[in-house]
C-alpha cells in the first residue's frame, strides 16, 4: 500500500475527524488566549476581545454596535467574567450535571463538526437513493368510488352489502345506492394522506389491498371510522423512482444525518476502549 492509499485510509476514519476536530478548537482557544486564573483579580480586555464582541453584534443586528453599544457589551463581558472567576473560585464548576452536560455536548460536537463540512459524492448519495426509493417519492395516488353502508354488526354490513352489489349489478346508479355521508363520493388521484383526511388510516388500508385485485369492480365491504363502504378502485398510479438530481437535497441531509450518527458512535467506542469501567451495583 502506497503512503497516498495510506493517508486516504487514515481520511475516513471517523477518530481522525473527531481528533481534527478537537485540534482546530484548541488552536482557536490558544490564539483567542488562555482561560484566565480564577485566582487573579485582573482582568483585562483585550483589543481582540471587543473585535470579537462587536463582530457577534453585528451577526446577530445586521448592523456595526455604536460606541455606547460597545461599552455595554463591555461592562456585560466583564459581568459574566467576575461571575465566571468568582463560580470557580468557589468550586461550582465541580460535579455539576449541568457543566458535564456541556462538556458531553462539546465532545460530540467534534465527533460531528467534519461531516457537517463534507460534501457526499454522487455515487455516495444514490446509493442511499436506490436503497429507500420509496421514501423520496410522493406516493401512488388513487381514483375510487365510494357506496356508504353505514354502521352495524358484521353480519348486518355484510347483508347490506350484498344488496347493494345486487342493485349495481343490475345497473342502479352508485350515487342512488347507500344511505348518505358528507365525505366525497368520488377521489380523483388522492394521496393516501389525502384519503386519510376524509376515511381514516383504515380505510386506506382496505383500499390498498383492493389495487392488488380486479379494477374497476365493486368491492367490500371497506372499513372507514364512519362505518363500512362498497368501494370501486377505478386507476392506481404508482410513483416512478425519483431521479436523484429532483430530490438532492433531501437525500444529502439524510445522508449527513446518517453519517453524523455512525461517526459520532465509531468516536464515542475508540475513546471507551482506552478506558477500563469499573461498575460497583448496590
Not at 51 to 67: C, G, I, K, N, S
Not at 121 to 134: I, R, S, T, V
Not at 209 to 238: C, E, F, I, N
Amino acid at each position: 500500500m502506497t503512503v497516498k492509499e495510506r493517508l486516504r485510509g487514515l481520511g475516513r476514519e471517523p477518530l481522525v475527524h473527531f481528533l481534527l476536530g478537537g485540534l482546530a478548537i484548541f488552536l482557536f482557544f490558544a490564539w483567542r488566549g488562555t482561560e484566565a486564573d480564577p485566582a487573579s483579580r485582573t482582568i483585562v480586555i483585550e483589543k481582540g476581545q471587543v473585535e470579537r464582541l462587536a463582530e457577534q453584534f453585528a451577526q446577530t443586528y445586521r448592523r456595526p454596535p455604536d460606541p455606547d453599544e460597545i461599552d455595554g457589551l463591555i461592562r456585560d463581558y466583564v459581568k459574566e467574567e467576575v461571575y465566571n472567576r468568582e463560580a470557580r473560585r468557589l468550586g461550582l464548576d465541580q460535579d455539576d450535571s449541568v457543566i458535564r452536560q456541556r462538556l458531553r455536548q462539546k465532545m460530540e460536537y467534534l465527533a460531528r463538526s467534519s461531516v457537517e463540512s463534507e460534501q457526499p459524492g454522487e455515487a455516495q448519495l444514490q446509493k442511499l437513493l436506490d436503497a429507500n426509493p420509496a421514501r423520496y417519492s410522493d406516493g401512488a395516488v388513487y381514483s375510487f368510488d365510494q357506496v356508504y353502508l353505514g354502521q352495524g354488526d358484521p353480519e348486518q354490513v355484510e347483508a347490506g352489502a350484498r344488496a347493494a352489489r345486487v342493485r349495481l349489478a343490475g345497473g342502479a346508479d352508485w350515487h342512488d345506492v347507500g344511505e348518505p355521508l358528507s365525505v366525497p363520493g368520488s377521489m380523483e388521484q388522492a394521496t393516501r394522506s389525502d384519503i386519510e383526511r376524509q376515511f381514516g388510516d383504515r380505510f386506506v388500508d382496505g383500499l390498498v389491498a383492493l389495487a392488488a385485485g380486479s379494477p374497476d369492480q365493486w368491492h367490500g365491504p371497506v372499513v372507514s371510522g364512519y362505518g363500512a363502504h362498497l368501494v370501486r378502485l377505478r386507476k392506481v398510479v404508482t410513483p416512478q423512482a425519483p431521479k436523484l438530481a429532483d430530490v438532492r437535497q433531501r437525500v444529502e441531509n439524510d445522508w449527513r444525518a446518517e453519517t453524523i450518527d455512525v461517526r459520532e458512535k465509531a468516536a464515542y467506542q475508540a475513546l471507551l476502549d482506552g478506558y477500563t469501567v469499573r461498575i460497583e451495583k448496590p
